[in-house]
T-cell receptor
Framework: AQRVTQPEKLLSVFKGAPVELKCNYS??????LFWYVQYSRQRLQLLLR??SRESIKGFTADLNKGETSFHLKKPFAQEEDSAMYYC???????????FGQGTTLQVKP | GAGVSQSPSNKVTEKGKDVELRCDPI?????LYWYRQSLGQGLEFLIY????????KSGLPSDRFSAERTGGSVSTLTIQRTQQEDSAVYLC????????????FGEGSWLTVV
C-alpha cells in the first residue's frame, strides 16, 4: 500500500529552537518525496523535493530508505515558519501526489 | 493566467443540490489534478487528467462525483445530490505533466453543505 504518515498534528517550538517534522512512507518502489507548505491564507506550495537535495528557507530533508523516512529539519526556527506542512509521495510517473495528514508548525516568539 | 484559478471561492449549498466547481489551470499545463482537503482527512487525491482524458479516477469517493476537462484546459468537478460530508475545500492543481514537474495548486473552492 502507498501511504504517507505524519505522526504529529501539531508541533510547537520557540523561535531559534531546532525543528524536525516527521514523515514516514510506505511504498514498494523507488519513491519520489516532497514537502509542501501552506502559510495562513495562502495556497499550498512546494517547499522541497528529495531529488534536488536542496535547502529551501533553511529547511532540509534527507531520504532514509532503510527507515522509510523523509523528515524535514531546520536548525533554528523562525516565526515566519509557522504554517501547515505536508509530506507527499509521488508513485509512478503521473505526478499524482499522496499526502500525509499534515503537521501544523507553530513557532512562538 | 499567472496561476491556477478556481471558482467559486466559496459556495454554500443545501443538502441534495448539485454543485459545479471550476478550475482554470496554468496555460500549457497538460496535467490537472483535483484534491479534497477536509478536517481529519488531510489532502485526498480525487482525479488526474492528462489532456482531456482521466487515466486515474481512483480517488472519487462515490458515483455522485464526476469531473471532466475540455480543450485540454478548463476542468469542472461536479457533485450531485450533495451531502453534509461533502463539505470541504476542493483544490485543483496543474503541472506540465509526468514526474519531476512541479505541481501548482489553486486557492481552492470552499464548499459548505447545509
Amino acid at each position: 500500500a502507498q501511504r504517507v504518515t505524519q505522526p504529529e498534528k501539531l508541533l510547537s517550538v520557540f523561535k531559534g529552537a531546532p525543528v524536525e517534522l516527521k514523515c514516514n512512507y510506505s511504498y514498494s518502489g523507488s519513491p519520489e518525496l516532497f514537502w509542501y507548505v501552506q502559510y495562513s491564507r495562502q495556497r499550498l506550495q512546494l517547499l522541497l523535493r528529495h531529488i534536488s537535495r536542496e535547502s529551501i528557507k533553511g529547511f532540509t530533508a534527507d531520504l532514509n530508505k532503510g527507515e522509510t523516512s523523509f523528515h524535514l529539519k531546520k536548525p533554528f526556527a523562525q516565526e515566519e515558519d509557522s504554517a501547515m506542512y505536508y509530506c507527499a509521495l509521488s508513485p509512478g510517473n503521473t505526478g499524482k501526489l499522496i499526502f500525509g495528514q499534515g503537521t501544523t508548525l507553530q513557532v512562538k516568539p | 493566467g499567472a496561476g491556477v484559478s478556481q471558482s467559486p471561492s466559496n459556495k454554500v449549498t443545501e443538502k441534495g443540490k448539485d454543485v459545479e466547481l471550476r478550475c482554470d489551470p496554468i496555460s500549457g499545463h497538460t496535467a490537472l489534478y483535483w484534491y479534497r482537503q477536509s478536517l481529519g482527512q488531510g489532502l485526498e487525491f480525487l482525479i488526474y487528467f492528462q489532456g482531456n482524458s482521466a487515466p486515474d479516477k481512483s480517488g472519487l469517493p462515490s458515483d455522485r462525483f464526476s469531473a471532466e476537462r475540455t480543450g485540454g484546459s478548463v476542468s469542472t468537478l461536479t457533485i450531485q445530490r450533495t451531502q453534509q460530508e461533502d463539505s470541504a475545500v476542493y483544490l485543483c492543481a496543474s503541472s506540465k505533466g509526468g514526474s519531476g514537474n512541479t505541481i501548482y495548486f489553486g486557492e481552492g473552492s470552499w464548499l459548505t453543505v447545509v
